[in-house]
């Protein structure tokens, strides 16, 4: 099985950006498909973004659309989120997740899609 580790996570003002990275190890990242979610204190943990396997289809979630970016580098076992803009909203835990199997990113919109989480990373946006 594969393990995550997310990286990258920080306090930031307002109005910065910020690229979390998602390191995979035991498997190749390209036998998943990835995943960010993200969960502020005391709310669900909510989709972000997902990316196929191949990176060549991707989804977001309406809230993050236009600042977000999801990528994958299968070289580097490694998925990325970008994010422009930052909101104090933005404030939270951001997770990786991955699943084995092989459908277009829009399938991959709910946590119970997903096989594999990592720890977190936090990301803290101060206004």
């Known amino acids: 099985q594969v393990q995550l580790v997310e990286s990258g996570g920080g306090l930031v003002q307002a109005g910065g950006s910020l690229t979390l990275s998602c390191a995979a190890s035991?498997?190749?990242?390209?036998?998943?498909?990835m995943g960010w979610f993200r969960q502020a204190p005391g709310k669900e943990r909510d989709f972000v973004a997902a990316i196929s396997r191949s990176g060549s289809s991707t989804y977001y979630a309406d809230a993050v659309k236009g600042r977000f970016t999801i990528s994958r580098d299968n070289a580097k076992n490694t998925v990325y989120l970008q994010i422009h803009s930052l909101r104090p909203e933005d404030t939270a835990a951001y997770y990786c997740a991955a699943d084995g199997r092989y459908y277009s990113a829009a399938y991959f919109q709910t946590r119970d899609k997903f096989s594999y989480w990592g720890q977190g990373t936090q990301v803290t946006v101060s206004s």
């Open positions: 035991g498997r190749p990242l390209s036998s998943y498909a």
